[in-house]
């Protein structure tokens, strides 16, 4: 019986470390391409500013 209870417990924290995992994984992603996003935004800012000053 204990070994039953011990045996489900862990296929239960199995699932919700794999359900952790993608969350986190999916927020590392969002952050990158957010990040991604914005210093492209600020690239092409950026660029005329260069132009004008030379």
Do not use: A, C, Q
């Amino acid at each position: 019986m204990y070994i039953h209870l011990y045996r489900e417990n862990e296929v239960f924290h199995m699932k919700y470390s794999y359900k952790v995992f993608i969350f986190i994984w999916t927020i590392i992603l969002l952050f990158f391409l957010l990040y991604y996003g914005y210093s492209e935004i600020s690239d092409t800012k950026k660029v005329p500013v260069i132009t004008i000053k030379k």
